[in-house]
C-alpha cells in the first residue's frame, strides 16, 4: 500500500458524460500528479500540482481539467467523454519532488 | 524532449534464476533521476529503484539491482534469484532534475513471465 487512494476503482459512462476522479496524497506529500495509461499511448503525464497550484502540465486534453483543494486532495474532472479516454487513471504524490509513489488507479470505461 | 526506449516487449525466466531489463533514454541534460517501476496484474504501480545520475555506484534493493551508464544512456534491470512473485510489466521511467518539469517519462514496459 502506497498510501495514495484513489477513488473510485472502477466508472463505466457514456460518451458525452462528464465524471470526477478523486485522489488522495500520501500524508504530509505537498505534490499531486496524473498520468494516463491507455493501450495506445502508453503511460503519459497529465498535469501537477504542488500545494494547491498547477506546476507543470502535459499532454492534457481542453475536455479535462483538474485541481488540488486546501487538504491537498486533487479531483480530475473528465467532461465530454470519448470512447478513446477509456483508459487507466493514476494518480501519484511525493513529498520531496522526486520519488512517485501511484494509488491503484481509477479505471475508466466509456461505451 | 525526452525519451525512454524498452526494446524488450516481453521476457522470460525461470524461477530462482537471473534476468535482465533493458532500458535507454535520450537526454541532453546532465542530472535526472531514472526509475524502475513493477506493474503486477493488480495494476498498482509499485517502485522498485531508484538512481540519481549524479551517483556512479549502481543502486541496489534486494534481489534487484541497475547498471546504469550514463555516457551511453543506459540503465538496465537485474533481478536475482527471480521468484513468481517478480511476473508483471516493469516500466523504465526517466524524471528531469531540473525544476518546474517533475514529470516521470515512461517507457513502453517490458512483461516479465516467471517460469516455475
Known amino acids: 500500500d502506497s498510501g495514495v487512494t484513489q477513488t473510485p476503482k472502477h466508472l463505466i459512462t457514456a460518451t458525452g458524460q462528464r465524471v470526477t476522479l478523486r485522489c488522495s496524497p500520501r500524508?504530509?506529500?505537498?505534490?499531486v500528479y496524473w498520468y494516463q495509461q491507455s493501450l495506445d499511448q502508453g503511460l503519459q503525464f497529465l498535469i501537477q500540482y504542488y500545494n494547491g497550484e498547477e506546476r507543470a502540465k502535459g499532454n492534457i486534453l481542453e475536455r479535462f481539467s483538474a485541481q488540488q483543494f486546501p487538504d491537498l486532495h486533487s479531483e480530475l474532472n473528465l467532461s465530454s467523454l470519448e470512447l478513446g479516454d477509456s483508459a487507466l487513471y493514476f494518480c501519484?504524490?511525493?513529498?520531496?519532488?522526486?520519488?512517485?509513489?501511484f494509488g491503484p488507479g481509477t479505471r475508466l470505461l466509456v461505451l | 524532449a525526452q525519451t525512454v526506449t524498452q526494446s524488450q516487449p516481453e521476457m522470460s525466466v525461470q524461477e530462482a534464476e537471473t534476468v535482465t531489463l533493458s532500458c535507454t533514454y535520450d537526454t541532453s541534460e546532465s542530472d535526472y533521476y531514472l526509475f524502475w517501476y513493477k506493474q503486477p496484474p493488480s495494476r498498482q504501480m509499485i517502485l522498485v529503484i531508484r538512481q540519481e545520475a549524479y551517483k556512479q555506484q549502481n543502486a541496489t534493493e534486494n534481489r534487484f539491482s541497475v547498471n546504469f551508464q550514463k555516457a551511453a544512456k543506459s540503465f538496465s534491470l537485474k533481478i536475482s534469484d527471480s521468484q513468481l512473485g517478480d511476473a508483471a510489466m516493469y516500466f523504465c521511467a526517466y524524471r528531469s532534475a531540473q525544476g518546474g518539469s517533475e514529470k516521470l517519462v515512461f517507457g513502453k514496459g517490458t512483461k516479465l513471465t516467471v517460469n516455475p
Open positions: 501519484a504524490s511525493s513529498v520531496d519532488q522526486e520519488t512517485q509513489y
Open positions: 500524508s504530509g506529500d505537498l505534490s
